[in-house]
């Protein structure tokens, strides 16, 4: 469970998340928006690489705050970003050892985990294959592996679906949808497209200029007329 | 497989078969290629794997060269040990001069280290050492080179020829040094840094510290590269190390291939015995190099960032299918309509 409160993040006159409260309780919970809500600022607070202004974040009862930004992956915060990241000068299997090498996971463990870690995202081609030479589902996939390996808590995954095809992103949100069970961590994904946010997550909240405007189940909050409204960009106007 | 005959055949040639049919001025140079083959593997590692661009290298050379010589002076300590020693020390310069670089990126870097290299220039032609004079500095008012001892070669290794050997098997235990760091831990949080810094913070990667390490490394192989040349030149003299040469280095290892240890060894070609031939055999202005470097420069930035390494093997296959081609069409009957 992650506990979010009062959570705020100020740059230079903007106010990119204001005053926010939320609560993931586990599983796979979608985080929604329109462009500019504050969704990667707030990735970007988990991660350590911004410092709110105000507020504070509990993730199982520790204070992920406090912790140094390369600390929170041995911690078992894992992510992935907008634009695909995986390395591609690197063999699909180092890409996801070198992940579990800075998990604070054993050695001993390394090959069985990553081994199975490529298992469990599908991925076909051979793990010496070098990601440069990858379609962009398969590098995908590659991040999504770099994800779970290594007893992850919380996966944050930032549009891993963008510039996919329907049905890929369909086998794509199969593999999320599967993470939390596997690997017991909690999972935060962060989608435009509300097949997949409504297919994956169990809760989804939704954020608006930085502020909160819904969180709950994910049917109810879809139907949640403030969220239409803010999508359709009509909130004002009307 | 084919890695490792590759290599063992390519050591075999120079161990074995240069020093036959070579004369010594060619080894010596040979040996020079293997020493600064040594340097650009250590830029490769800051640039080619962690993509820091030091333009101070040479200036490290020097300040291990420096560093055996009046390390051999005061002690006289055997030859493995002061190569230890010697990349010891500059490792540990090389690291106090990356510390501040650390937050700077890109351009920056270069700018910092260049400025360092500018300041080893200036230092080293201050100081003078070794003019003869006695005491820790060994600077004496009135130049007097006729008591200065060179620095001494191992044992096994006096005449020129066994000294070559010697340094290829250095050369060679540096690169595996280097090779062994690629394919572990450090070589993927490098190639995390290098694709991402970001993204390699959020894997976990300490940034600094492999930053840092990247840097220890590059400097240790370059300090025992420049307690390697102590021994091959006997005294050094400040004007072998200019701060443009360190751009020099930077430019071959660039059109060598910054990604793989064999752009390393045709750096140190370029570096080493490209200027030999252009000069003692051809006769040529050694001026004319830098027109080809230039050239060679335009030509990784343009169409081929992986260097020679990588666009001869292309190049030699497009050739080979052309050859192909050309003959198919003789043998067709050579009336294509």
């Given at each position: 469970m992650i506990e979010v409160e009062s959570l705020t993040v100020r740059f230079a006159g903007v106010t990119p998340i204001?005053?926010?409260?939320?609560?993931?309780?586990?599983?796979?919970?979608?985080?929604?928006?329109?462009?500019?809500?504050?969704?990667?600022?707030?990735?970007?607070?988990?991660?350590?690489?911004?410092?709110?202004?105000?507020?504070?974040?509990?993730?199982?009862?520790?204070?992920?705050?406090?912790m140094a930004d390369y600390k929170r992956a041995r911690w078992g915060l894992r992510r992935t970003f907008q634009t695909e990241m995986a390395i591609e000068k690197l063999s699909v299997y180092d890409n996801v050892a070198m992940i579990h090498e800075h998990s604070g996971a054993t050695r001993a463990s390394r090959r069985s985990d990553v081994l199975a870690a490529i298992d469990f995202v599908g991925l076909e081609t051979s793990p010496k294959a070098r990601v440069g030479g990858l379609g962009a589902r398969e590098?995908?996939?590659?991040?999504?592996a770099r994800a779970v390996v290594g007893s992850p808590r919380v996966?944050?995954?930032?549009?891993?679906?963008?510039r996919l095809p329907d049905e890929e992103t369909t086998q794509l949100g199969e593999v999320i949808h599967r993470i939390p069970d596997r690997f017991g961590a909690l999972v935060i994904l962060v989608d435009h497209d509300m097949s997949l946010v409504s297919a994956c997550?169990?809760?989804?909240?939704?954020?608006?200029?930085?502020?909160?405007?819904?969180?709950?189940?994910?049917?109810?909050?879809?139907?949640?007329?403030?969220?239409?409204?803010?999508?359709?960009?009509?909130e004002d106007t009307l | 497989m084919i890695r490792g005959a590759s290599i063992a055949v390519f050591l075999l040639i120079a161990l074995f078969a240069l020093p036959r049919l070579f004369g010594s001025d060619w080894i010596t140079t040979f040996t020079s290629v293997a020493i600064y083959a040594i340097v650009a593997a250590g830029l490769g590692i800051l640039y080619g794997r962690v993509g820091m661009i030091s333009l101070g290298q040479i200036?490290?050379?020097?300040?291990?060269?420096?560093?055996?010589?009046?390390?051999?002076?005061?002690?006289?300590?055997?030859?493995?040990?002061?190569?230890?020693?010697?990349?010891?020390?500059?490792?540990?310069?090389?690291?106090?001069?990356?510390?501040?670089?650390?937050?700077?990126?890109?351009?920056?870097?270069?700018?910092?280290?260049?400025?360092?290299?500018?300041?080893?220039?200036?230092?080293?032609?201050?100081?003078?050492?070794?003019?003869?004079?006695?005491?820790?500095?060994?600077?004496?008012?009135?130049?007097?080179?006729s008591g200065l001892k060179p620095v001494e070669r191992p044992g096994i290794a006096m005449a020129d020829t066994p000294y070559y050997r010697y340094v290829v098997v250095i050369a060679a235990l540096m690169f595996l040094l280097g090779l062994l760091h690629v394919a572990s831990k450090p070589g993927r949080a490098w190639a995390a840094i290098r694709e991402s810094e970001p993204a390699a913070?959020?894997?976990?990667?300490?940034?600094?510290?492999?930053?840092l390490w990247a840097f220890a490394l590059a400097s240790f192989m370059t300090g025992v590269a420049g307690c390697l040349l102590a021994a091959q030149i006997g005294?050094?003299?400040?004007?072998?190390?200019?701060?443009?040469?360190?751009?020099?280095?930077?430019?071959?290892?660039?059109?060598?291939?910054?990604?793989?240890?064999?752009?390393?060894?045709?750096?140190?070609?370029?570096?080493?015995l490209v200027p030999f031939l252009f000069q003692a055999q051809w006769g040529l202005d050694v001026n004319f190099l830098y027109i080809l470097f230039g050239i060679g420069i335009l030509q990784v930035l343009l169409?081929?960032?992986?260097?020679?390494?990588?666009?001869?093997?292309?190049?030699?296959?497009?050739?080979?299918?052309?050859?192909?081609?050309?003959?198919?069409?003789?043998?067709?009957?050579?009336?294509?309509?």
């Amino acid at each position: 469970m992650i506990e979010v409160e009062s959570l705020t993040v100020r740059f230079a006159g903007v106010t990119p998340i204001d005053a926010v409260n939320v609560v993931f309780p586990g599983g796979t919970c979608g985080l929604i928006g329109p462009n500019g809500a504050g969704k990667t600022t707030f990735f970007n607070v988990l991660s350590g690489f911004v410092r709110p202004a105000e507020g504070s974040i509990k993730a199982f009862g520790e204070n992920l705050l406090s912790m140094a930004d390369y600390k929170r992956a041995r911690w078992g915060l894992r992510r992935t970003f907008q634009t695909e990241m995986a390395i591609e000068k690197l063999s699909v299997y180092d890409n996801v050892a070198m992940i579990h090498e800075h998990s604070g996971a054993t050695r001993a463990s390394r090959r069985s985990d990553v081994l199975a870690a490529i298992d469990f995202v599908g991925l076909e081609t051979s793990p010496k294959a070098r990601v440069g030479g990858l379609g962009a589902r398969e590098r995908r996939l590659v991040e999504v592996a770099r994800a779970v390996v290594g007893s992850p808590r919380v996966v944050l995954l930032d549009e891993p679906a963008a510039r996919l095809p329907d049905e890929e992103t369909t086998q794509l949100g199969e593999v999320i949808h599967r993470i939390p069970d596997r690997f017991g961590a909690l999972v935060i994904l962060v989608d435009h497209d509300m097949s997949l946010v409504s297919a994956c997550c169990e809760t989804t909240a939704v954020l608006d200029f930085g502020k909160l405007i819904a969180s709950g189940p994910t049917a109810e909050v879809l139907r949640n007329e403030h969220v239409v409204r803010a999508y359709l960009g009509t909130e004002d106007t009307l | 497989m084919i890695r490792g005959a590759s290599i063992a055949v390519f050591l075999l040639i120079a161990l074995f078969a240069l020093p036959r049919l070579f004369g010594s001025d060619w080894i010596t140079t040979f040996t020079s290629v293997a020493i600064y083959a040594i340097v650009a593997a250590g830029l490769g590692i800051l640039y080619g794997r962690v993509g820091m661009i030091s333009l101070g290298q040479i200036a490290l050379l020097g300040i291990g060269t420096w560093t055996a010589t009046r390390l051999d002076y005061a002690t006289g300590m055997p030859f493995p040990l002061l190569l230890l020693a010697t990349g010891a020390i500059t490792c540990v310069i090389g690291v106090l001069i990356g510390l501040p670089a650390l937050r700077l990126s890109g351009l920056f870097l270069a700018l910092i280290t260049l400025m360092a290299a500018g300041a080893v220039t200036v230092v080293l032609t201050t100081i003078d050492f070794p003019n003869g004079g006695g005491g820790f500095t060994g600077h004496a008012a009135f130049v007097d080179l006729s008591g200065l001892k060179p620095v001494e070669r191992p044992g096994i290794a006096m005449a020129d020829t066994p000294y070559y050997r010697y340094v290829v098997v250095i050369a060679a235990l540096m690169f595996l040094l280097g090779l062994l760091h690629v394919a572990s831990k450090p070589g993927r949080a490098w190639a995390a840094i290098r694709e991402s810094e970001p993204a390699a913070l959020a894997a976990g990667v300490n940034i600094i510290r492999y930053k840092l390490w990247a840097f220890a490394l590059a400097s240790f192989m370059t300090g025992v590269a420049g307690c390697l040349l102590a021994a091959q030149i006997g005294t050094p003299k400040a004007f072998g190390f200019q701060t443009q040469d360190s751009i020099t280095l930077f430019a071959t290892a660039l059109i060598g291939g910054v990604f793989s240890l064999w752009g390393a060894v045709i750096a140190g070609v370029f570096y080493q015995l490209v200027p030999f031939l252009f000069q003692a055999q051809w006769g040529l202005d050694v001026n004319f190099l830098y027109i080809l470097f230039g050239i060679g420069i335009l030509q990784v930035l343009l169409t081929a960032p992986g260097g020679i390494v990588q666009q001869f093997p292309k190049d030699m296959a497009n050739l080979a299918r052309l050859i192909v081609g050309l003959f198919r069409k003789v043998t067709r009957g050579g009336s294509p309509q």
